[in-house]
């Protein structure tokens, strides 16, 4: 399962690439967002059709407050390292013929802000980071296999990131320390929803960004 995971990833970043020589212009980005979840919905639910950890699935309270504290605090930790050298950074904007928001607008932000992040999370985190701790724990370790998973889902997760769209190096510090802390969440605390709600939450901030400064100017 670990090797059809780090495939899924690279299929989803080149059926990025991909869609837009495959489908007409006007559906091109539709049918590269339905590649991109496709590729991790499919060994997901493979992966956890055949075993999972007990607990992985189990949700708390507390979990969404773990995501509201620090998805915010990625977001400002980014805003930080984007004004490294060059003063106050320019607020982030969408194109707008008008100076309102595109009529997709919406439909993007719901599904970068909960679908995409949901999935990125069963995969990375549900399926390659529990696959490398449970390979390496009986030989290494809990700790350091969990080091490891942290460490390796996360280089993962940039990648996919990176082959899907090059990224400044805000972004990528920012897109580090999010692997960096939804990995922890999930090995800390034996559940997968912490990560997830981190990652929801940082991901619609950065949407929030978006609307707020194309409105704006």
Known sequence: MLGWAVCAVGAGALGAHVAPVVFPVETAA???QGIIWSSMAVPVAVAFARSRPRGLLRFRAVDVAYGVVFGVLLRLVQGS????????????????????LPPSFAFEAVAGSIVTPTLEELLLRGVVLVSVFTILRRGVG???AGVAAVAISTVLF???HELAAPRDVSELVALTLLGIVAGSFVIGTGRI???VAVHVVFNAS?????????LLA
């Open 30 to 32: 539709g049918g590269a």
């Open 81 to 100: 390292v984007a004004r490294i050298g060059v003063g106050a950074a320019p607020w982030p904007s969408t194109f707008s013929n008008d100076g309102g």
């Open 142 to 144: 809990s700790i350091a």
């Open 158 to 160: 940039l990648a996919a």
């Open 193 to 195: 929803w912490p990560a």
């Open 206 to 214: 950065g949407f929030a960004l978006v609307a707020v400064g194309t």
